[in-house]
Each structure stands twice: as structure tokens, then as C-alpha cells.
């Protein structure tokens, strides 16, 4: 819990942001519940309050902050502006590949706090990391709102989260969601 107290848990159900369905996730799992923590971001005094619970749990200092993703950048740059220091974004090439756009870059020496909504299987925050040490930087830690992995993330740096929610995950072939021939949970944005 954050040394402000704040409740990240009630936050995300006052704004019915722990939906209940049959979700297919960005990595190709399936779940019977799906977190959507925009609908917290999309409040400037809770965006705040979350990026400066969240900057807390890191006490080095860092020369930027990176969101894995342009749906994230809201977190990226409130942790950014808590920290008096710049927000950056990843995206997508062509090929699926993530990489810096919009003249972003990260120099050579610069330490990067990574930033995402949510922590699952730890595979996207794997590819940040590996595009952070291609450009040059260096990877101080992870933050991420909410960490709903079912343990051990394979990460090289420190993950820290405001809320652990540990939910299962099943492949297509082993969901029982499928297996009961409930039908998927639409979501917008969840696969983009």
C-alpha cells in the first residue's frame, strides 16, 4: 500500500474499471476478468494522485519516463511531471515491434523509469527493457498500477505495484471460459 493510503483497489471498483467476462488479452490469454485503469486515468486529480503514489516506490532518480504503450502515456506524463523530468512513449512498427516515434529518444547513459497499467506476464515490459539497452539506457524499475501476474514476472529490473490482484490466465486450448462456449467480452482498445 502506498504511504498516501490511497485505496487503488476501491478506486478501480467505484469506477467499474474490474470487468467480469470472457476476455482475450493482448498476449493470446484468456480471463474471466479484465482491469481498465483508463477509466481511473482519464481523471486528472486521480491520474495525480496515482502517479505520485507510484513515483514514490522509486527513490533513484530517473532522466525519463517511458509508457510501453500511447494508451499509457497519461501515466508516463503525470509520473513524468511528479518527477520534473520528461514522458515518453513507446508504439508499434509495421511488424509488431516496439520502438520509439515521434522523435522520442533516450540517450546513451539516460536512466528510464518504465511505466505501465497493468502487469500480466511481463512480456511487454521485457521487449521496453530490451529497447531501452538497445538505445542505451539503463532500466531503473518498473511501476505499474496494478500487477496481476500469478507470481514471479521474469523482469532484470524491480517491478513495484500499487495494487497486487492476482488473476488466472488459460490458453485458448485449456480456457474454461471456452470450454463453456461463453462467448468473448468485447472491449475497446483491449487488442489494439
Same mark, same amino acid.
Given at each position: ?7 487503488? !483497489? ?36 486521480? $491520474? ?13 532518480? $530517473?532522466?525519463?519516463?517511458?509508457? !510501453? ?6 501515466? $508516463? ?112 482498445? !483491449?487488442?489494439?
Amino acid at each position: 500500500m502506498p504511504r498516501n493510503n490511497m485505496d487503488v !483497489l476501491c478506486l478501480l471498483q467505484e469506477h467499474g474499471a474490474i470487468l467480469e467476462g470472457h476476455f482475450v488479452m493482448p498476449s493470446g490469454f484468456h480471463s474471466q476478468t479484465y482491469i481498465q485503469t483508463t477509466l481511473l486515468m482519464q481523471h486528472p486529480n486521480l $491520474a495525480q494522485k496515482i502517479a505520485g503514489a507510484l513515483s514514490e516506490k522509486f527513490s533513484k532518480p $530517473a532522466d525519463v519516463v517511458m509508457a !510501453l504503450t500511447p494508451s499509457d502515456s497519461i501515466l $508516463a506524463q503525470e509520473v513524468a511531471r511528479v518527477r520534473g523530468i520528461r514522458a515518453i512513449f513507446a508504439s508499434k512498427d509495421d511488424n509488431g515491434q516496439m520502438i520509439l516515434k515521434h522523435s522520442f529518444n533516450i540517450k546513451e547513459g539516460e536512466n528510464v523509469l518504465i511505466v505501465d497499467d497493468v502487469a500480466v506476464s511481463g512480456r511487454k515490459i521485457n521487449k521496453a527493457i530490451e529497447l531501452v539497452s538497445k538505445l542505451g539506457g539503463n532500466v531503473i524499475g518498473v511501476g505499474v498500477i496494478v500487477d496481476r501476474s500469478m507470481g514471479y514476472l521474469p523482469l532484470t529490473v524491480p517491478l513495484r505495484a500499487l495494487l497486487s490482484y492476482p488473476m488466472q490466465t488459460f490458453t485458448a486450448k485449456e480456457c474454461p471460459l471456452c470450454a463453456a462456449n461463453i462467448p468473448f467480452t468485447e472491449v475497446e482498445g !483491449l487488442n489494439k
